[in-house]
């Protein structure tokens, strides 16, 4: 490879490594309890319980 | 090699790789969705159509992995060389996977919507302010046009027209794309199914690509350090130079070189072949001829041009062997520039 594609093809890795981890970090810690009802109309919600 | 845009040959090596490869893929699909069907708890089912948006979801996120690692993997070791050859075919087919597996979440999840399919995976989920429940089929919409840049971009009519450097940045896109896939699944899969089993092939797949990328990426960039006074750099000891492959040498300045042993000579040419920018001095020397590992574009060793009926030509560097270490001058010859090697035990 040419050695500006290689200079590029590292930065942007050292841009997306982090973004990467960060985000796989955030989703597990953030998994919900129990399935998330909010998009459903708020009469089934009542219905159902 | 290239010759009026023709096209990578089909070769059987190819055709055997592609029928290897969907062969797999079938195995997995079938494997997947009868291991998924079983899995269930009593009294619970999973739809069909649902086993083959999982089946093929999975399938391409961990094709996609693949496809990312082959590079740096061949790199590291000649034994991936073969899945280089055959990459372009792996990325369009990891494309059509992902193509199906959207089709059907489009048609299972959004189909039965009053709006337009493709505007409901916009708007039905509107919550693009909140990262934990932010719209992941966005993500997912993004990687796969991404994909399909790439897919439709392959062939190499688009290198030769839009020229090696253009190409290849396009295609550095992938990387972006497999950012959006691993977000995609994150704020998607991993919030629905807490299976740990999920989230370490996520964990797994982003350490290996973004580890492999990193380690290699950062390895290309060491430079042979600076040139003596007369311009000429040490490359290695003669006996250490295995004989039809390459040493790589990188001057402070200007492109790698590739300092190739063919027998009881030493040549050295540029390291960037024409065609896409391959690493020529990864690959070995094959009928007399430099051959890259990517795709087989070949340069004769004494001049760097390659063999009629094709017009490729390289920049050489002159070489010399000084009590049994290889040097190669910095200073490139202009590409096809007739070059003598140096002579194992006469020159040294």
Redesign the interface.
Same mark, same amino acid.
């Given at each position: 490879?040419?050695?500006a594609?290689?200079?590029?093809?590292?930065a942007?890795?050292?841009i997306?490594?982090p973004?990467? %981890?960060l985000?796989?970090i %955030?989703?597990?810690l953030?998994?919900?309890e129990a399935?998330?009802n909010?998009?459903l109309p708020a009469v089934l919600i009542e219905d159902s319980s | 090699m290239s010759h009026d845009y023709k096209a990578v040959q089909w070769t059987p090596f190819k055709k055997r790789f592609d029928l290897w490869l969907l062969a797999g893929i079938a195995l997995y699909l079938t494997v997947f969705i009868t291991i998924g069907g079983l899995a269930q708890p009593p009294g619970e089912s999973i739809h069909p159509v649902q086993a083959i948006i999982r089946a093929t979801g999975t399938l391409a996120f961990l094709l996609l992995t693949f496809v990312l690692c082959i590079g740096p993997l061949a790199r590291l070791s000649h034994r991936f060389k073969p899945f280089l050859y055959n990459r372009r075919h792996i990325g369009v087919i990891t494309f059509l996977i992902a193509l199906v597996h959207s089709g059907l979440v489009i048609m299972w999840y959004h189909g039965f919507s009053d709006l337009n399919p493709l505007v409901s995976i916009f708007v039905s989920n509107p919550r693009y302010d909140s990262l934990s429940g932010f719209p992941f089929e966005v993500l997912g919409f993004v990687a796969l046009l991404i994909m399909f840049l790439m897919a439709a971009t392959s062939h190499d009519f688009w290198n030769a027209n839009l020229g090696p450097g253009v190409w290849k940045t396009l295609h550095m896109g992938v990387y972006v794309a497999y950012t959006a896939l691993v977000s995609h699944v994150a704020l998607g899969a991993i919030q629905f199914n807490k299976s740990p089993v999920y989230v370490g092939l996520l964990a797994a797949s982003a350490v290996t690509v973004a580890g492999l990328h990193l380690l290699t990426g950062i390895a290309s960039r060491r430079t042979g350090g600076a040139a003596n006074a007369d311009g000429w750099l040490e490359v290695a000891p003669v006996s250490t130079m295995v004989d039809s492959r390459a040493k790589i040498v990188r001057p402070l300045k200007g492109e790698a070189i590739a300092v190739f042993r063919d027998g009881q000579q030493i040549s050295a040419v540029s390291n960037v072949c024409r065609h896409q920018g391959g690493p020529l001095g990864e690959g070995k020397i094959v009928d007399g001829c430099i051959t890259c590992p990517w795709h087989g574009f070949q340069y004769r060793m004494e001049d760097g041009q390659s063999p009629a009926p094709y017009t490729e030509k390289i920049a050489t560097y002159a070489t010399r062997i000084v009590d049994g270490v290889v040097f190669v001058n910095a200073e490139p010859n202009p590409p096809g520039t007739p070059q003598r090697p140096s002579q194992i035990g006469v020159d040294a």
């Open positions: 490879m040419k050695r594609h290689r200079t590029a093809h590292l942007l890795w050292l997306l490594t973004v990467i %981890f985000i796989l %955030f989703a597990v953030n998994q919900p399935p998330d909010e998009t | -």
